[in-house]
């Protein structure tokens, strides 16, 4: 049937095709991971001190009334991390993370308050499961926004085939997709969702000269920084237009963007001074940025979360943005995407904690997706038509396998989270990801046989654990902590001497070697 004598209604699908697909591989991503059980109603609980400082605003502002949180980090944080901080100038509980993503979430909260008040199925307190899945939800649907989203502005440039290959290549091997399923409370995906519709707004406006057009560039640019503060970067994509215009303009569009942005910027600056008293600062302190001690190797290329070696289609992007450079048409703005992504990478490399500590990849760069998707597009099309789909969709698998292994191993805990992987953890365990499931089941089997006082249980768990994988430092400090409980100090010591040789630096074998010493000396003195 010719397409104009269609149906509208399959007019309309075949429209939506490439949006329909990535809706579906989002939804069989979330339907693959609560069969393992990683997303779950009873795991989506706010925990950890991001998740918890980002939530604090939420229910501190809607239940209190105020920017208090000693009640809010006394139930959701039972370590007492954050109550262990000194208070701020203002006299304040420390908040230092972006108020955005409370913002963003409010909308659900406030219907989960609603619901509970209706039904009384949960106490109305801010607190209960009700309220803290609404914050999860709201996270998933923003993420799945994002990736629709990030096919429309991929679609600016390239072909509906190459935006679609493109963005599903980008999204499910890159670290978004673990941020895009509601597994932990991290903001990742809502800062990348205002990321991404700023970009594609303002290159689908590009040549409209109406102040509405800069008013709402400002506002999205508001937007997007009060998710992530140094989001505010990407305001300079819009440097090569600028340079078009006559000077009256560019200052005229230029007042009224950056009037709209400070206006919609403005909740976070209230908060700043309420809490620490001034209106624009650093809230981790002077100390969190190292501005003459960049990182940018370890950054893009260290096994301990770093971009390229974790997410390798990352690289790929990178590389088509460069290759992109030779089309003179097209040259400037590839020129500004990667601008844009070195002062990104400036930013996250001169962080204290450029690694990210124990988020998943290199979380910081999330927000850089949109770029690493139009790189991506870009090298496709320089692929030889008739190898294009079939290369791209080996890519694709490729790429995605490796991204997958890799959410399996870090969240079922196969590999550590608080230091650099060793080769065999990168990329050997991917090759026997099953192994590495028992190697981890009989590692935690031999620490809860130890506690029970079955020692001889958990010598055979240990034992078996060397034999199926070898190479893998937790089993060695586990025999070394059992150990030392038995006060076998010399054969504690082994063992913690050979987990210290798999994994150099590792914190966990560190503070048990200094726990043995100290026990020693206990012994010594007796």
Same mark, same amino acid.
């Given at each position: 049937?010719?397409?104009?004598?269609?149906p509208?209604?399959?007019?309309l699908?075949?429209?939506?095709?490439?949006e329909? !697909?990535?809706?579906?591989?989002?939804?069989l991503?979330?339907?693959l991971?609560?069969?393992?059980d990683?997303?779950?109603?009873d795991?989506?609980?706010?925990?950890?001190?991001?998740?918890? #400082?980002?939530?604090s605003?939420?229910?501190?502002v809607?239940?209190d009334?105020?920017l208090?949180?000693?009640?809010?980090? #006394?139930?959701? %944080?039972?370590?007492g991390?954050?109550?262990?901080?000194?208070?701020?100038?203002?006299?304040?509980r420390?908040?230092?993370f972006?108020?955005g993503?409370?913002?963003? #979430?409010?909308?659900?909260f406030f219907t989960s308050?609603?619901?509970?008040?209706?039904?009384?199925?949960?106490?109305?307190?801010?607190f209960? =499961?009700?309220?803290q899945?609404?914050?999860?939800l709201?996270?998933?649907?923003?993420?799945?926004?994002?990736?629709?989203?990030?096919f429309?502005w991929?679609r600016?440039?390239?072909?509906p085939?190459e935006?679609?290959?493109?963005t599903?290549?980008?999204?499910?091997?890159?670290?978004?997709?673990?941020?895009?399923y509601?597994?932990?409370?991290?903001?990742?995906?809502i800062?990348?969702?205002f990321v991404?519709?700023? $970009?594609?707004?303002?290159?689908?406006?590009?040549g409209r000269?109406?102040?509405?057009?800069?008013?709402?560039?400002?506002?999205?640019i508001?937007a997007?920084?009060?998710?992530?503060?140094?989001? +505010?970067l990407?305001?300079?994509?819009?440097?090569?237009?600028m340079?078009?215009?006559r000077?009256?303009?560019?200052?005229?569009?230029?007042?009224?963007?950056?009037?709209?942005? $400070?206006?919609i910027?403005l909740p976070?600056?209230?908060?700043?001074?309420?809490?620490?008293?001034?209106?624009?600062?650093?809230?981790?302190g002077?100390s969190?940025l190292?501005?003459?001690?960049?990182?940018?190797? =370890?950054?893009?290329?260290?096994?301990f979360?770093?971009l390229?070696?974790?997410?390798?289609?990352?690289?790929?992007g990178?590389?088509?943005?460069?290759l992109?450079?030779?089309?003179?048409?097209a040259?400037?703005?590839p020129q500004?995407?990667?601008?844009?992504?070195?002062l990104?990478?400036?930013?996250?490399?001169?962080?204290r904690?450029w690694h990210?500590?124990?988020?998943?990849?290199?979380?910081?760069?999330?927000? +850089?997706?949109p770029l690493?998707a139009?790189?991506l597009?870009a090298l496709l099309?320089?692929?030889r038509?008739?190898?294009?789909?079939f290369?791209?969709?080996?890519?694709l698998? $490729?790429?995605?396998?490796?991204?997958?292994?890799?959410?399996?191993?870090?969240?079922?805990h196969l590999v550590?989270?608080?230091?650099?992987l060793?080769?065999?953890?990168?990329v050997? %365990?991917?090759?026997?990801?099953f192994?590495?499931i028992?190697?981890?089941r009989?590692?935690?089997t031999?620490? $809860?046989s130890?506690e029970?006082g079955?020692?001889?249980?958990?010598?055979?768990a !240990?034992?078996?654990?060397?034999?199926? %994988?070898?190479?893998?430092?937790?089993?060695y400090l586990?025999?070394?902590? !059992?150990a030392?409980?038995?006060n076998e100090?010399d054969?504690?010591?082994?063992f913690?001497?050979?987990?210290?040789?798999?994994?150099p630096?590792?914190?966990?074998v560190?503070?048990? !070697?200094?726990k043995?010493?100290?026990?020693?000396?206990?012994?010594?003195h007796?």
């Amino acid at each position: 049937m010719p397409a104009e004598t269609q149906p509208p209604a399959r007019n309309l699908i075949w429209s939506f095709r490439f949006e329909i !697909i990535l809706t579906g591989l989002f939804i069989l991503h979330t339907i693959l991971f609560a069969l393992i059980d990683v997303i779950a109603f009873d795991r989506m609980t706010v925990s950890g001190i991001d998740p918890v #400082c980002y939530y604090s605003y939420l229910r501190s502002v809607v239940f209190d009334h105020d920017l208090n949180f000693e009640n809010e980090y #006394c139930v959701l %944080d039972p370590t007492g991390v954050l109550l262990s901080y000194p208070l701020t100038p203002a006299g304040r509980r420390p908040n230092s993370f972006s108020v955005g993503p409370a913002i963003a #979430c409010a909308p659900l909260f406030f219907t989960s308050h609603v619901i509970v008040k209706i039904t009384g199925a949960a106490p109305a307190d801010g607190f209960s =499961p009700p309220y803290q899945v609404s914050c999860f939800l709201t996270l998933a649907l923003f993420a799945l926004a994002g990736l629709i989203l990030l096919f429309r502005w991929v679609r600016l440039f390239f072909s509906p085939m190459e935006s679609f290959l493109a963005t599903a290549a980008t999204w499910f091997a890159s670290a978004a997709v673990y941020y895009s399923y509601p597994a932990t409370f991290m903001p990742h995906a809502i800062s990348a969702f205002f990321v991404t519709l700023f $970009l594609y707004y303002a290159q689908k406006t590009r040549g409209r000269g109406n102040a509405s057009r800069w008013a709402m560039l400002g506002v999205l640019i508001g937007a997007m920084t009060l998710m992530r503060w140094q989001n +505010c970067l990407f305001a300079l994509f819009l440097l090569p237009e600028m340079k078009g215009l006559r000077r009256r303009q560019l200052i005229r569009n230029a007042s009224l963007t950056a009037i709209t942005a $400070l206006l919609i910027f403005l909740p976070q600056i209230i908060v700043w001074s309420i809490l620490y008293g001034r209106f624009l600062l650093i809230p981790q302190g002077e100390s969190f940025l190292l501005w003459s001690r960049p990182m940018l190797m =370890p950054l893009l290329f260290s096994t301990f979360n770093g971009l390229f070696t974790w997410t390798p289609i990352t690289l790929l992007g990178i590389l088509g943005l460069i290759l992109w450079l030779r089309e003179k048409v097209a040259r400037p703005l590839p020129q500004i995407l990667i601008i844009l992504f070195i002062l990104q990478a400036y930013m996250n490399s001169i962080v204290r904690d450029w690694h990210g500590s124990w988020g998943f990849g290199m979380r910081r760069f999330i927000d +850089c997706t949109p770029l690493f998707a139009v790189g991506l597009g870009a090298l496709l099309t320089r692929i030889r038509p008739k190898f294009r789909h079939f290369l791209t969709c080996a890519v694709l698998v $490729l790429f995605v396998l490796w991204n997958y292994l890799f959410l399996i191993q870090y969240y079922f805990h196969l590999v550590a989270w608080n230091r650099p992987l060793t080769f065999h953890e990168m990329v050997g %365990d991917k090759f026997h990801i099953f192994t590495s499931i028992e190697r981890r089941r009989l590692v935690r089997t031999a620490y $809860l046989s130890a506690e029970r006082g079955y020692m001889d249980d958990a010598e055979k768990a !240990i034992n078996l654990a060397i034999e199926i %994988d070898p190479k893998h430092s937790d089993i060695y400090l586990a025999a070394g902590e !059992i150990a030392t409980l038995q006060n076998e100090t010399d054969r504690a010591f082994h063992f913690l001497m050979q987990a210290r040789a798999l994994a150099p630096g590792d914190r966990d074998v560190e503070h048990a !070697i200094k726990k043995l010493g100290e026990q020693s000396r206990m012994m010594m003195h007796q």
